[in-house]
């Protein structure tokens, strides 16, 4: 077993090395500034409209935003909810954590960058699936980068040789998230969850190993207990994901942000040097690093990057597999909830975590460097243990517990529509049985190589989703240009809503329920 998992990390270090190399980084954020010059900064000039129509929303009474109109779909709220389940995890703590110690402090205003143009990646990636989407033979919602690569990019520009490279494209996709849903949604998730709970509830329990092998039976009954979680909700499909994740998104997002709020105002003498930091080693190597443009590039750049794009996913096409499934009848309208979930899962709970990491003493913040040999994975813990004692430990385990399932969650919906897409509906009860299978794997594997696998399979979803959407930005550009006349400049013309000519009048007649 030893020997199998070395190979695994070689291959997956050349693998890792290639996908976020300068090349896929240039991709990633190119696509984002593309994105963001293109709709005239939409992120910024339309602020106040996608925050009415989104969040704001859903305190407006008999909004539309959670109300749901058909059965075989989820609310817009729903959907937000969904996605964050998926996005708001282990990324959000002990990937901010890791690469504070791994890149220093800089790597913060890198994830800033990936978020602020990611906003527009998103919002493109939805809009897209809205408008490539179709019903699947159960009456449901389906889209994604699969429909938008096979459907736009091999139909739209009229060559034949585009067809059936964008087939391949939308197969090579799906085979990613498929893999990716269960590395960075499931296996880096539950490796999270473990190793916080045993720091948090088992430190001076000790079942030792399972004889002859390295699997402790600690993690491995926290895994058993996890699995039997997973299958009752998973089973029950994308509508008993969304109940679930509305509830407990919302609940626990504000309950870690009010946490960090408060260490944060114990420190506010920190708030100048941290900032401060921030900016200073975003372009200057930390100590820890040792001098040359090449280290920070390769350091922080990419760690701010990285786990920026593993928080909020935004580039590699996969929230969109499930903001496909709802109600709503306007792409751009879906496109400003991708927007929000950037925002609200990078900007607020990601800079909680830094806030926290960098006010609390753990990062010398004059040299940027570590204070000790710190652990990532359980940084975050530790400073709420200092400020709240054991309590505070228990609630970042739990907090942790929470995020990352609800992660799990969301990502089995992810991968079962690529599946669906390759196999059809029948395909989707094996896949099933086989992610709900490997939550007990992601328990007692080691988790560095869980992690960097994660890395590897998100670099290879990106690939072929970019591709689709820098390829597709004339419609984007088009569909947004007719929302913005219409709905904001006021002008009488026909809506742009879809792909296809029976669902754009299907939808049509149902608008004004949007």
């Excluded at 490796?191 to 399972?210: E, Y």
């Excluded at 402790?216 to 499909?237: E, P, T």
């Excluded at 909830?337 to 913040?365: H, K, N, P, Q, R």
């Excluded at 099933?432 to 979803?461: H, Q, R, Y």
């Amino acid at each position: 077993m030893e020997a199998f998992l070395n190979w695994v990390k070689t291959v997956n270090d050349a693998v890792n090395g290639a996908v976020w190399g300068l090349p896929g980084l240039i991709l990633l954020i190119g696509t984002g500034i593309l994105l963001t010059v293109g709709t005239k900064v939409f992120q910024i000039s339309h602020l106040g409209h996608w925050w009415k129509n989104t969040i704001a929303g859903v305190f407006k009474k008999n909004s539309n935003a959670t109300r749901k109109t058909d059965r075989k779909t989820i609310s817009q709220f729903q959907a937000l909810c969904a996605a964050l389940a998926a996005t708001v995890g282990t990324g959000n703590i002990a990937g901010v954590a890791a690469a504070i110690v791994t890149g220093g402090p800089g790597a913060v205003f890198w994830m800033w960058v990936a978020a602020f143009f990611g906003m527009m990646t998103n919002f493109s990636e939805n809009l897209l699936g809205i408008y490539y989407r179709r019903r699947n033979k159960d009456g449901e919602w389906s889209g994604g980068p699969m429909y938008y690569l096979r459907d736009g990019l091999g139909k739209r520009y009229g060559k034949k040789w585009l067809s059936p490279v964008s087939k391949v494209l939308a197969v090579l996709f799906c085979c990613f998230a498929i893999l990716a849903s269960f590395g960075i949604g499931n296996m880096a998730q539950i490796n999270k969850i473990v190793l916080n709970m045993d720091a948090a509830f088992f430190q001076n329990v000790s079942l030792g190993n399972i004889p002859n092998t390295e699997i402790n039976i600690i993690h491995l009954i926290i895994g058993i207990g996890l699995l039997i979680i997973g299958a009752l909700i998973i089973i029950g499909g994308l509508q008993r994901i969304a109940r679930v994740a509305e509830i407990v998104v919302p609940f626990m997002a504000v309950a870690y942000v009010i946490g960090s709020l408060i260490i944060f105002g114990i420190n506010i003498k920190q708030v100048g040097p941290m900032f401060v930091s921030i900016f200073k080693f975003a372009f200057t190597p930390a100590a820890m690093l040792g001098g040359g443009i090449g280290v920070l590039i390769k350091k922080t750049m990419t760690q701010g990057f990285k786990r920026g794009v593993f928080s909020n996913e935004a580039g590699l096409g996969s929230s969109v597999l499930v903001h496909s499934s709802s109600n709503v009848k306007e792409p751009v309208k879906q496109g400003m909830w991708g927007i929000f979930e950037v925002f609200f899962d990078t900007f607020v709970v990601c800079t909680m975590t830094a806030v926290v990491v960098l006010s609390t003493g753990y990062i010398d913040l004059a040299t940027g460097s570590p204070v000790g040999d710190l652990n990532g994975d359980t940084l975050v813990s530790q400073a709420f243990g200092q400020y709240f004692g054991a309590p505070g430990t228990w609630f970042v385990a739990i907090a942790m517990l929470f995020f990352a399932f609800t992660t799990v969650l969301g990502w089995s919906q992810y991968g079962s529509k690529a599946v669906e897409y390759l196999f059809g509906t029948t395909g989707v009860k094996v896949y099933k049985f086989i992610f709900v299978a490997m939550i007990v794997s992601g328990a007692v594997m080691e988790g560095g190589l869980a992690w960097d696998l994660s890395d590897t399979f998100n670099g290879l979803m990106m690939i072929p989703n970019l591709i689709g959407v820098v390829s597709l930005l004339p419609l984007v550009l088009k569909v947004t240009k007719n929302y913005v006349d219409r709905k904001i400049k006021g002008k009488d013309i026909a809506p742009m809503l879809s792909y296809d000519d029976a669902i754009q009048a299907e939808t049509a007649q149902h608008l004004d329920e949007d």
